[in-house]
């Protein structure tokens, strides 16, 4: 599949474009606190870095964390929590608000409900464009049009005039990307954007996020329980668990059997329940560690 580029050492010089430090994502209800996210801290250069784990791990509320997404009864805390040197969290909503969509943008899991259903896909393209820029609106349907294009859509100025109930899954896919991209961000997060689309569309969407990524050199969060396609993708994983993160590494460790033993009883078990092609009656190796790590 694809090959990370740049190599960490070329995206790690430079300043970050996110830095997190003690991250907690917290809902308080009526029987309790729910800790969705608890101590979570990376910084995210002008690379892919991927976060994997089971549903429930806190996944995708740190993607909405860091773009302030959590309604109440949630709650974000965190010791740090900067973007190119701006504090996020002494920022007033409005100027966040400002920042989400223009610098950082995040692409939802299914495109049917976050498009506009009584809206083209072409008017909410252009419009993502005009929120952030000042510009007519034959500018930002030209914008839209190019943008539709980069993103390998056929017959884009068919498609701009489509609603979404009209556009197949792989191609609503790619009008969320164009949508999100279109403002130029410095960061964007994807949240698993090709769980619902069949392996042919998976790869095509990919391609286009490692096209466009590359070329822009901006930084990508990539959210996702696929650990094959973590591996294959990104330059670094962060493999989370309840909320925590179990541990960090380089992508390629994921695939090095000689790293293996080095790797957390956690990210084991997720490798372990992969299944092995080549030793289809192989049987998944039992953990010897202390099972304490999972509280």
């Known amino acids: 599949m694809m090959h990370p580029t740049p190599p960490l050492s070329s995206a790690m010089t ?26 979570l801290s990376f910084t995210l250069g002008r690379e892919r870095l991927g976060i994997v784990g089971e549903s429930g791990s806190g996944k995708s509320m740190t993607g ?31 100027s966040r608000r400002k920042l989400r969509g223009r610098h950082i943008s995040m692409v939802m899991q299914d495109p049917k409900f976050s498009l506009n259903p009584v809206q083209t896909v072409g008017s909410q393209i252009a419009e993502a464009y005009r929120v952030h820029h000042k510009a007519s609106a034959r500018e930002a349907k030209e914008r839209s049009l190019g943008m539709l294009e980069a993103v390998q859509i056929r017959e884009p100025a068919r498609v701009y005039d489509l609603y979404p109930h009209e556009v197949s899954g792989g191609m609503g896919q790619r009008v969320m990307i164009a949508m999100m991209l279109i403002a130029e961000p410095d960061i964007l997060i994807a949240d698993e954007p090709t769980s619902a689309l069949d392996v042919t569309v998976q790869l095509q969407v990919l391609k286009i ?44 460790e994921l695939a090095d059997e000689s790293a293996r033993a080095r790797r957390h009883p956690y990210t ?28």
């Open 268 to 295: 084991l078990g997720l490798l372990g329940c992969l299944p092995d092609l080549d030793h289809p009656k192989a049987k998944l190796a039992t953990l010897e560690r202390d099972p304490a790590w999972l509280a």
């Open 209 to 252: 996020l490692d096209d466009l990524v590359t070329s822009r050199g901006m930084g990508l969060i990539f959210i996702s329980h696929d650990l094959h396609l973590v591996q294959s993708f990104c330059d670094r994983v962060i493999v989370m668990y309840g909320g925590k993160a179990m541990e960090t590494l380089p992508a390629a």
């Open 14 to 39: 430079e300043q970050p474009l996110l830095e997190l430090d003690n991250l907690r994502v917290n809902f308080h209800t009526p029987t309790g606190i729910v800790r969705a996210v608890r101590g």
């Open 64 to 94: 909405r964390a860091i773009l302030d997404l959590i309604p109440p009864p949630g709650e974000v805390l965190a010791d740090r929590m900067v973007y190119r040197g701006q504090d996020l969290l002494t920022m007033d909503r409005r």
